[in-house]
């Protein structure tokens, strides 16, 4: 990939270009043919990404104007914490881009949103993550 890659959320006008690597992704997990997802989950899932009600998130991976990688993730609350947890859902890089560090933007990409949803301000323009 000559291209430089960019990492943002994704946007009603990729869906066709979401699509056939939602379908990869699937594919990858033993979802296709007879025991592929019903097409309304597929649109159930799209239409998630832009409902503000919704705690469910979509970025891709771009390069030379193609879409090379996919991250789904959502914040949900938990017992055993105060803040949000992220869960981190899907992941899934197109075959010609993979071991090129796709996933890795895309996961340092869902990483980036936590900043300033929940990981502590301290005043100064410092982040804290425990390891």
């Keep these: ?4 890659l960019s990492i ?3 946007t009603r006008q990729d869906y066709e270009r979401w699509l056939p690597l939602w379908d990869g992704y699937n594919a990858f997990y033993g979802r296709s043919g007879a025991t592929a997802l019903s ?4 649109a159930m899932t799209w239409a998630r ?5 919704e705690p469910v998130h979509g970025l891709v991976a771009e390069s030379g104007g193609e879409l ?3 991250t789904h993730y959502l ?4 017992t055993t ?8 859902q899907d992941l899934f890089t197109g075959e010609a881009a993979r071991g ?5 933007a895309l996961i340092n990409g869902v990483y980036e949103q936590l900043y300033d949803k929940v990981a502590e301000r301290s005043g100064f323009v410092v982040y804290r993550k425990l390891l």
Excluded: N
Aim: charged share 30%.
């Design 68 to 70: 090379r990688g996919l």
């Design 49 to 53: 990404f832009f409902d503000a009600y």
């Design 100 to 104: 090129k560090g796709v996933g890795r």
């Design 75 to 78: 914040f949900h609350r938990s």
């Design 8 to 10: 943002r959320f994704v």
């Design 1 to 4: 990939m000559s291209d430089e």
């Design 81 to 88: 914490a105060i803040e949000p947890t992220c869960y981190l």
């Design 39 to 42: 097409p309304e989950i597929t």
